[in-house]
């Protein structure tokens, strides 16, 4: 039998994609022969497309065609750019672990405050020992690739106990045009700790580039944790994120996802409750424009009985652009008195703004209570005149509406430094509206 | 010059004529009610005085101070000095009332050339005629009027108006859904704001309202047109004999 050779749209050979990352991954030879594994996953399954169920409304084959080679390691020019976008998204008080273009900038990171209370690797470190890191439950396509090509990451472990004093702030900053940054980290959660983590994805001056990035968060019992993430990359990047979190019982989790950026994006969330007696709060907000594409996938796994899990989206969908909510609640024939309930709601800002919501409940245990709505419409007309009577000008009568539809959202992360940010992030992305 | 007139004022509403050549002359000062049954077009004269969308103005003029307020947006003419209190005041959830006031208020300012009213002189403020209205603090720190009762909706109403401090007021069917008590709440509100300065169009159905606020001049609306204007007596006279002997006349 012939084999083609798989060919992206500019005809470059996909394999080469891998023979050329080669030398700039790290790893033990077991870890190679993983990545070589994961790669020819990624190879017979190509880019997802419109036919793959979990991929329907976001066609990566039609909206990126391609992955794009490796960003080079980053030098002290790329560096000293990196900085100044660290100082524009850092979070007052976070401890941060910056990477640029895929690779670790201890320079720019606050690696010696962390150490006192978390322990703390790069993947490339860790992956001369372990290449467990590279594997996860999903054979996803764009986690497969992730897998074959990460370059760095953090590796992160807080112990049994730890209450963290500060927010530990991962700032992901692209310096390079035309070119992809593969990370993976993983988040260790200790019982009974107290933490809250932070992704922050931004753009300095780069154009035209990719991420793909992957975390793994295992949460002990008894633990309290947030986890936010904040997507603010270039308007003509690509941004996939896969995240796998698995939460012990008597655990609080709150997450947050936010989507300012990018031309087309996709985060999709694997949460397991996989311990009883716990709380699931996760909530996002989609802020697109021009033609953006923005695509927020969760799947909340309700394995064990007596979770409560919480869902609050709000998408804010302006000219052409299109939001994807898929939202899917798994209840397992053991996991009784769940109670799962997810609500979204797209706000159409323009007559060509598209919004797609699918929410799903699987449900194989009979004693349970789960829900879910969803709406998507335009601004009320009789708020606005209200608004207006009183003498706000259109632009901010609308801007004051949409700042209340998605307070609905982001009034659940609870600290409120964090909660004022993400507030200035929302009210920027107005105020560049108007 | 009057503060507001409106002349041979002429407005459809989706192909259908509602006010047929309306002429009302407001001045400073003055406090004018207008009276009309249901569907003689009292609330759309409203709306198209506060800027609307939805009717069209096939003929006529509405002058404010001289200048031509059909050219203005909403907005604007807030900033100008005009002020509806809505029969039917909004609830907009996720904006608290105390943001609400001080965009508001900022907005007209920033309108006018004005600065910003300070944090601190604004509170003051709030605080003072919210007290004498009877509206409890913490009503400012929820979403705009959202699980208000009617009574407090239109007392929420009163409070932007004693704020913003406007020269025309536009009350709209002020009296509907309150019982006396809170009916006269309201109405010390709005008669608290009466001022040479300032003038009041007082629209409503019943002449009860009109025991509260009393009018300088009683207008009767039927069928889109002023049909008869006359002293406060006229209000009593409307109460005794009904609406009935106008419709005829219009």
Same mark, same amino acid.
Request: charged share 25%; glycine share 8%.
């Given at each position: 039998?012939?084999?083609? $050779? ?32 994961? =790669? ?28 794009? !080679? ?19 998204? &850092? ?36 992956? @001369? ?13 764009? #986690?497969?690739?992730?897998?074959? %090509? ?32 593969? +990370? ?12 809250? *983590? #932070?992704?922050? =994805?931004?753009? &300095?001056? &780069? ?20 986890? *936010? ?26 997450? =947050? ?54 869902? *609050? ?15 899917? #609640? ?24 598209? &919004? ?54 982001? /009034? ?9 940010? $993400? ?7 107005? /105020?560049?509206?108007? | ?35 009309? !049954? ?14 609307? !969308? ?13 200048? @031509? ?26 904006? +608290? ?25 604004? %509170? ?55 019982? *006396?008590?809170?009916?006269? #709440? ?31 001049? $009683? ?32």
């Amino acid at each position: 039998m012939n084999v083609a $050779v798989a060919k992206t749209g500019s005809g470059r050979a996909v394999s080469d994609l891998f023979a050329s990352a080669e030398g700039r991954l790290p790893g033990s030879p077991d870890v190679m022969a993983a990545r070589c594994e994961a =790669f020819e996953t990624y190879e017979r399954l190509g880019l997802p497309h419109r036919r793959i169920e979990e991929w329907k409304y976001t066609d990566l084959r039609a909206l990126v065609g391609e992955v794009l !080679p490796l960003a080079a390691v980053p030098d002290a020019t790329a560096l000293k750019r990196a900085a100044d976008a660290v100082k524009a998204h &850092a979070i007052a008080g976070a401890r941060k672990l910056v990477l640029v273009d895929g690779v670790f900038a201890a320079e720019l990171s606050d690696v010696k405050a962390l150490a006192s209370e978390v322990g703390f690797k790069t993947l490339r470190e860790t992956l @001369d020992k372990d290449a467990g890191l590279l594997k996860t439950a999903s054979t996803d396509a764009v #986690i497969a690739v992730n897998a074959a %090509l990460a370059t760095d990451g953090v590796v992160l472990s807080i112990a049994d106990g730890t209450q963290l004093s500060a927010p530990v702030q991962i700032i992901h900053v692209a310096i390079a045009a035309s070119a992809s940054a593969f +990370t993976r980290s993983q988040v260790a959660i200790g019982k009974g700790a107290r933490a809250t *983590i #932070i992704e922050s =994805f931004a753009a &300095a001056g &780069a154009a035209a580039y990719q991420v793909n990035d992957a975390v793994i968060v295992s949460i002990g019992d008894d633990a309290d944790v947030a986890h *936010i993430r904040l997507m603010d990359d270039a308007a003509d990047a690509v941004n996939i994120t896969s995240q796998f979190v698995t939460v012990g019982a008597n655990t609080k989790l709150n997450v =947050f996802n936010m989507t300012s950026g990018a031309a087309v994006s996709r985060l999709q969330g694997f949460i397991t409750l996989a311990g009883e007696g716990s709380q699931l709060s996760v909530n996002g907000v989609n802020l697109l424009k021009k033609t953006e594409h923005g695509d927020t996938t969760l799947v909340v796994d309700h394995a064990v009985p007596n979770c409560v899990s919480r869902e *609050i989206f709000r998408a804010v969908i302006d000219d052409r652009a299109h939001s994807v909510f898929q939202g899917r #609640i798994i209840v397992r024939p053991d996991a009784q008195k769940t109670d799962g309930k997810m609500m979204t709601r797209a706000l159409l800002l323009s007559d060509e703004a598209e &919004a797609d919501n699918k929410p799903e409940l699987e449900i194989f245990a009979d004693d349970v209570s789960c829900g879910h709505g969803a709406t998507a419409g335009a601004l009320d007309d009789s708020l606005l005149f209200y608004l207006k009577a009183r003498g706000l000008p259109e632009k901010q009568a609308q801007a004051l509406l949409i700042q209340a539809f998605v307070g609905e959202a982001i /009034e659940q992360i609870a600290d409120d430094t964090l909660r004022e940010h $993400v507030i200035g992030i929302a009210e920027r992305w107005l /105020e560049r509206r108007s | 010059m009057a503060l507001l007139e409106v002349k041979d004022l002429k407005v459809r509403v989706e192909e259908r004529e509602i006010l047929h050549g309306l002429t009302l002359t407001v001045n400073e000062g003055e406090v004018h009610a207008i009276m009309g !049954p249901n569907g003689s077009g009292k609330s759309t004269l409203s709306h198209v005085i506060a800027g609307k !969308p939805g009717y069209e103005v096939t003929d006529g003029q509405i002058l404010f101070r001289g200048e @031509d307020l059909l050219e203005m947006d909403p907005d604007e003419r807030a900033a100008k000095g005009v002020f509806l209190a809505f029969q039917y005041p909004v609830e907009i959830p996720g904006v +608290t009332t105390m943001n609400f006031l001080r965009t508001a208020l900022n907005a007209q300012r920033k309108a006018r050339g004005e600065s910003e009213l300070m944090v601190p002189d604004f %509170l003051k403020k709030v605080r003072e005629v919210s007290k004498s209205l009877n509206i409890p603090q913490d009503m400012l720190k929820r979403g705009v009027n959202v699980g208000f009762s009617g009574g407090e909706k239109k007392r929420n109403e009163v409070l932007q108006m004693a704020l913003f401090e406007p020269s025309l007021c536009i009350l709209d069917e002020m009296d509907s859904g309150l019982d *006396i008590d809170a009916l006269r #709440i309201a109405a010390d509100g709005v008669n608290a704001l009466r001022s040479p300065g300032r003038a009041m169009v007082v629209i409503t159905h019943y002449q009860r309202l009109l025991n509260y606020i009393v009018p300088d001049v $009683v207008h009767v609306m039927s069928r889109g047109r002023v049909v008869k204007s006359g002293g406060k007596e006229l209000a009593l006279e409307l109460e005794a004999s009904g609406y009935a002997q106008f419709e005829d006349a219009a």
